[in-house]
């Protein structure tokens, strides 16, 4: 089983550019979300999605845009990338019921110089 | 509105003593409590969760944990580390309308001495 897969691992952005980083589950899941982890802040949640053409903002939206066109995607933009995107990235997936557990994919790493 | 503490940042354990890792939530109502581990390289996993029902909860890996109403706590627990258990753990607190709602503590970092 895949899970939740996320590409790249790795992204090294200039102050300005864009990029998507990639999210994909092939569990089904209707439930999507990406996080992102900076040392002693923890997880703060992006965006969120609980189906195809939903979205939601969640704690820190502003800099990042997502769409959910398939239940299996949930891409996350950066439009002009700021130092302060400087983060580890999650995303994560779930069923809706409310006992099923998060699975988080391994995570993108991006620096914006 | 909601928030997870976890007081400490660095806990240094001996291999084959026990653990105890501590939470406190702040939530208005009856919490969903999560505790997840992430070892470096890596997403999150879940360890084990709180819904309802019996206080004492079992996870993966021997550990347990347990929710205290009165004093707003969900501490993890292990009576014997091994080498392979450090790693970041982060407790989280939810709502029951769903994951958008969980907020996450700042992780307590175990490192575990031989």
């Known amino acids: 089983n895949a899970g939740v897969t996320q590409t790249p691992k790795f992204q090294v952005l200039k102050t300005g550019q864009s990029m998507t980083l990639q999210c994909a589950q092939d569990?089904?899941?209707?439930?999507m979300s990406w996080y992102r982890q900076d040392p002693g802040m923890g997880l703060r949640l992006i965006h969120y999605?609980?189906?195809?053409?939903?979205?939601d903002q969640g704690e820190v939206p502003n800099g990042y845009n997502v769409s959910r066109s398939t239940t299996e995607d949930f891409p996350l933009r950066l439009l002009s990338a700021a130092p302060s995107q400087t983060s580890v990235y999650f995303c994560?997936?779930?069923?809706?019921?409310?006992?099923?557990?998060?699975?988080f994919g391994n995570g993108t790493r991006l620096t914006v110089t | 509105a909601q928030s997870v503490t976890q007081p400490d940042i660095h806990i240094t354990v001996s291999e084959g003593a026990s653990l105890e890792l501590r939470c406190n939530y702040s939530?208005?109502?009856?919490?969903?409590l999560f505790w997840y581990v992430q070892s470096p390289g890596q997403g999150l996993q879940l360890l084990l969760k709180?819904?309802?029902?019996?206080?004492l909860v079992q996870g993966i890996k021997g550990f347990e944990a347990e929710f205290k109403r009165s004093q707003s706590s969900f501490n993890l627990r292990k009576p014997s580390v091994h080498w392979s258990d450090a790693a970041e753990y982060f407790c989280?607190?939810?709502?029951?309308?769903?994951?958008?709602?969980?907020?996450f503590g700042k992780g307590t970092m175990l490192l575990v001495s031989p």
């Open positions: 569990m089904n899941h209707e439930y």
């Open positions: 939530y208005g109502a009856t919490p969903y």
């Open positions: 989280a607190v939810g709502a029951s309308s769903g994951y958008s709602t969980l907020t």
């Open positions: 999605s609980v189906g195809a053409g939903i979205t």
């Open positions: 709180y819904f309802s029902g019996d206080t």
């Open positions: 994560a997936s779930s069923l809706q019921r409310n006992n099923s557990p998060l699975h």
